[in-house]
């Protein structure tokens, strides 16, 4: 006997013959023990199923369960063999990953149906042929096929299928068919069992159906009969009871559709339920069965609370379904929120979408306060945190305490608050208090389009923002202000390593926010969701916004589904150092720009010399400043080659080392400058240190870096430096918002036509109305008179 690696319970709930003491030696003491064995595994009390879907990925055993719609044509005569063999594939990767899986598979009446009208019609052509003597074949027409003759003269060739695809991964397959008496019969279960335990311990897939060949219609409201006893009605109480039986840890229900709904699929306020709980069935509405097969979803969730019931955990997703189902069932072991997944354990707080929901809501009532209560806002989360400022600092050491031993020390910087970072903050927050006044219903452009027909654009809040961040708690704060300011409903997600000081800070946005009843504009996501679980919100979040490492940001672009990503994978920031540069502010621009925060996404990565600089006092001062720093110096290609002890050569000219290291490298002039700036920069922020004016205005006109400099530190592209009162991030995009990102970067506009009955017939050559697209001058509401609706 052996242990599963992910056994979770008891020792009886998840112990399985490998092969039973003396079995391989006495065949006869190796039977007797196994049946004995198997009788035991009846005995012991089921395990319970895993609570969360991120437990998916620990499941030893698994059933998939391959609904008549996933397995037949949309003509139900014949079987979908590029998506069967896509499910194959994905099945063969997780056994040869060391699982145990199981497939509970229909199609056997479609094969058969295409096998069997394809012999009539051959057989009607030839006896025409020989009644008729002529070549001219009659209108034929086939009978209606009885449903266990299809069965009949379709099981062999399914199996001879699901064969030949897995033999492709050196799988081998073994078909069982069963009835409701290989269950209610006590020595026939036994039986079952026993061969499946053997067949799983030869790493062999077996492939279960129901005997349709000789199975009896099924009777109605018989598919339940209690807790303990589940008829086999269908391949779905088949795939239960046999993964109870079997002591699966998951059952994967394949179907047509995307899960179970709140209400029929199809109808305009159905909604995707993401994890149901026993009791909920019934606040949902059943609709139809597939256009296949003799089950319903009613009967899948029966099937679905009877499996979860006896230990074994549930996900019910859609196996037909072009776009995911090369991989549906690998996201769904992955924890991947896919389908519907069936759970005992209820969170103790809402949903990240019920969250979603919330910060829309909220979101909206934030938008139409005045500008003035939104401003009251912030300012009171300002005093807030200098009234709290010991609860907050008491939350970070907590923090710092346990992420010293996992974290650098560069992660650990942006971590750690302290008196001087929250009074900053204080200052920040009040800023955009007084930015906030007239920002949402800004009229930004006011047309006459016609006599008595007036157009304006106004200004107004994205919707949802989603921000992600790591090792970052003053994030929580800028962000949340910032939203709130421009009317923005706000989802926040940080890291655990932040756990306790993003609490205290959302705590006391929400006590700010309280003041003018929407607490819930600003969500703390604190569940287990995954970064692409919430990528997939596209329904309910307007704009992603991630602040964190580079290889966050560019996860998060790929896993997005349709949501726009504000924000830059890499902050490869450059110092082009001009042969009329002047030694005093070079030393210390670059001396500021590497080394007061080598981690920032600002911090300066490259250093391009003039080549005839070389060898001058000033690239001396240069490199003896940076020695004395610490800063570890990477020779760039052609640097290397004038020297003949050079450092270490530079890997990639495209490094973010967010470190005191950085890469030298030599240029022929500003025009090389440019071009290494355009070949290998990320467009973040670009530095010229020159006395020569002409060549820098050349510069900065150039480069299309979302932020250029002529002598200042590269450390200034920051929206509290700017300004901005504080900033959501750095967006090297070319649309949208571009550089720091503050409050104008998160309002979009909206076209306000009024009129007087007026209709597009009127300017027709007919009507007599022309169009007159006269411009006319902003007079922007006073404060009390503006509205945002």
Not at 118 to 132: C, F, N, W, Y
Not at 352 to 369: D, I, K, W
Request: glycine content about 8%; aromatic content about 4%.
């Amino acid at each position: 006997m052996k242990w599963f690696p992910s056994c979770r319970h008891s020792l009886g709930s998840r112990l399985t013959p490998s092969c039973p003491p003396g079995a391989s030696k006495v065949p006869w003491l190796g039977s007797r023990l196994l049946r004995c064995w198997s009788h035991a595994l009846y005995t012991y009390s089921q395990g319970k199923p895993f609570g969360h879907r991120g437990e998916l990925g620990q499941a030893k055993r698994i059933v998939v369960k391959l609904g008549s719609a996933v397995v037949t044509r949309g003509d139900e005569c014949g079987l979908a063999l590029g998506r069967l063999a896509s499910i194959v594939e994905q099945v063969a990767v997780l056994q040869n990953q060391g699982r145990e899986m199981m497939i509970v598979t229909s199609g056997a009446v479609a094969f058969g149906k295409q096998r069997l009208r394809h012999e009539i019609l051959l057989s009607q052509s030839v006896r025409q042929a020989l009644h008729s003597g002529q070549n001219t074949l009659k209108d034929m027409s086939v009978p209606v096929l009885e449903a266990r003759a299809c069965a009949a003269a379709g099981q062999s060739g399914l199996m001879a299928l699901y064969e030949a695809m897995f033999s492709q991964y050196s799988t081998c397959t073994a078909q069982i068919l069963v009835t409701n008496l290989d269950f209610h019969d006590e020595q026939k279960r036994r039986n079952l069992n026993s061969t499946l335990q053997e067949l799983l311990r030869m790493n062999i897939v077996p492939i279960i159906n129901t005997n349709d060949a000789v199975v009896p219609p099924p009777e109605p409201n018989s598919d339940l009969q209690g807790v303990n006893v589940i008829s086999i009605k269908d391949n779905d109480s088949l795939a239960a009871r046999l993964a109870v039986e079997m002591r699966a840890d998951l059952l994967i229900a394949l179907s047509d559709v995307e899960g179970l709904y709140d209400s029929p699929p199809g109808t305009d306020d159905a909604k995707l339920i993401d994890t149901f709980y026993p009791g909920d069935q019934q606040s949902i509405t059943f609709g139809t069965k597939s256009r296949v097969g003799i089950g319903g979803m009613e009967a899948k969730v029966k099937a679905a609370l009877w499996a979860l019931q006896g230990g074994t955990s549930v996900v019910i997703a859609n196996g037909t379904n072009p776009k995911v189902t090369g991989h549906v069932i690998t996201d769904i072991v992955d924890g991947k929120k896919v389908g519907t997944f069936f759970s005992e354990v209820k969170p103790a707080g809402p949903t990240v979408e019920q969250q979603a929901e919330m910060a829309r809501n909220g979101g909206r009532s934030l938008a139409g306060l005045l500008s003035e209560q939104r401003g009251e806002i912030i300012y009171l989360l300002a005093d807030l945190l200098t009234e709290r400022k010991d609860e907050i600092l008491a939350a970070n050491k907590k923090d710092m305490d346990l992420a010293i031993r996992c974290l650098s020390q560069a992660l650990l910087k942006r971590l750690s608050l302290s008196p001087a970072k929250l009074n900053s903050l204080t200052i920040g927050l009040r800023q955009i208090s007084v930015a906030s006044q007239g920002s949402v219903g800004r009229v930004v452009r006011h047309t006459r389009v016609a006599s008595g027909l007036e157009l304006e654009q106004i200004t107004m809040p994205i919707g949802v923002l989603l921000v992600i961040f790591e090792s970052r708690p003053d994030c929580l704060l800028q962000v949340s202000a910032l939203a709130i300011a421009s009317g923005n409903g706000l989802l926040l997600k940080g890291g655990k390593e932040a756990v306790n000081t993003n609490t205290i800070l959302h705590q006391l946005t929400q006590e700010a926010l309280s003041v003018h009843g929407v607490r819930d504009a600003v969500q703390l996501v604190s569940t287990c969701e995954g970064v692409q679980d919430l990528c997939r919100l596209d329904k309910m979040i307007d704009l992603i916004i991630p602040r964190g490492s580079s290889q966050l940001v560019r996860d998060i672009q790929r896993a997005t589904q349709g949501i726009p990503v504000l924000g830059h994978s890499e902050g490869i920031c450059h110092i082009y150092v001009d042969a009329q540069a002047s030694i005093d502010k070079v030393v210390k621009i670059v001396r500021d720009s590497k080394c007061d925060y080598p981690a920032a996404c600002n911090a300066m990565e490259t250093l391009l010399v003039h080549k005839d600089l070389l060898r001058s006092p000033l690239f001396d001062q240069i490199v003896d400043m940076l020695r004395v720093e610490g800063v570890k110096v990477h020779a760039g290609p052609r640097f290397a080659s004038y020297l003949t002890f050079s450092p270490s050569e530079a890997k990639s000219l495209c490094t973010e080392y967010s470190d005191l290291q950085c890469c030298i490298e030599v240029v022929d002039g500003l025009q090389g400058a440019v071009e290494h700036i355009h070949k290998f920069g990320s467009s973040h922020t670009d530095v010229i240190v020159t006395e020569d004016k002409e060549t820098a205005e050349q510069f900065l006109q150039q480069v299309d870096s979302a932020c250029v400099f002529w002598n200042a530190s590269s450390r200034f592209a920051d929206g509290y430096r700017f300004g901005l009162g504080a900033e959501v991030g750095i967006s090297t995009a070319r649309i949208h918002a571009r550089g720091p990102v503050g409050l104008e970067g998160l309002l979009t506009t909206k076209w306000v036509l009024r009129g007087n009955g007026h209709s597009v017939r009127d300017f027709s050559e007919q009507g007599g109305m022309e169009y007159l697209h006269e411009i006319i001058p902003i007079q922007q509401p006073l404060p009390e008179q503006r509205s945002t609706n």
